[in-house]
């Protein structure tokens, strides 16, 4: 079985900053996909940004990047210029390539607050 | 489109009661998730449907729990005789194919409090 952990319950950081989050997974696939989901008080769950095993480089998207080491089961996201509307629970989510079912796999979450 | 929706986004139910949950998926998706986000947890896989099939139902935690989405498109989740433990966020997402690369959308979820 797979297993997501998030060690940072809650973060918080300046307006305009920039904040790393952290997770780590467990599993004995190759092939898989990793995610990052924000989570807004309205509990609406949006995707952020997701990231393909077998690729080397590391995803992006606009404020938003990864540092996907695989070897270390390492999948930490960064936010650059933090802004307002970033605050949320923000959670890790695993994935394995597979036929049709594929449920994921998410961490407890990150609360991060941004701070004008 | 619209996105996926939930109905009621609030449910309050006595022990023992009986309740249904809707979920109203993006229309054409042919993947469908239900999964239990307690509080402060992370969300936590309940069943899929591939269309009309239930191909996996591994993670309802007891036969109180029961779906089912009979025409291929909205989905019901049921709960019998609910129990405190019961109480979490009920999330359904959508996916337009059965392939592991799309991506799921979810709803907002509804949230069931039973006293």
């Known amino acids: 079985a797979q297993t997501v952990t998030q060690s940072q319950p809650e973060m918080s950081v300046q307006e305009a900053e920039t904040v790393t989050l952290s997770c780590t997974y467990d599993t004995s696939e190759n092939n898989y996909y990793l995610f990052w989901y924000k989570q807004p008080p309205s509990r609406q769950m949006i995707l952020v940004i997701r990231?393909?095993?077998?690729?080397?480089q590391n995803a992006t998207e606009n404020r938003f990047s990864v540092n996907f080491q695989k070897a270390a089961k390492s999948f930490s996201l960064k936010i650059s210029d933090s802004q307002l509307g970033d605050t949320a629970m923000y959670f890790c989510a695993f994935m394995k390539l597979n036929s049709g079912n594929t449920p994921l796999v998410f961490g407890k979450g990150t609360r991060l607050s941004v701070i004008a | 489109g619209a996105g996926v929706s939930q109905s009621p986004r609030y449910k309050v139910a006595k022990r023992g009661q009986d309740v249904a949950l809707r979920c109203d998926p993006i229309?054409?998706?042919?993947?469908l998730f239900w999964y239990q986000q307690a509080l402060g947890q992370g969300p936590e896989f309940l069943t899929y449907f591939q269309n009309e099939a239930q191909l996996d139902k591994s993670g309802l935690p007891s036969d109180r729990f029961f779906a089912e989405r009979p025409e291929g498109s909205v989905s019901t989740l049921k709960i019998q005789r609910t129990q405190q433990e019961d109480s979490a966020v009920y999330l359904c997402?959508?996916?337009?194919?059965?392939?592991?690369?799309?991506?799921?959308?979810f709803g907002p979820g509804t949230r069931l409090t039973v006293l």
């Open positions: 990231q393909e095993a077998y690729k080397q």
């Open positions: 997402a959508s996916r337009y194919t059965g392939l592991s690369t799309d991506t799921q959308y």
């Open positions: 229309s054409g998706h042919v993947s």
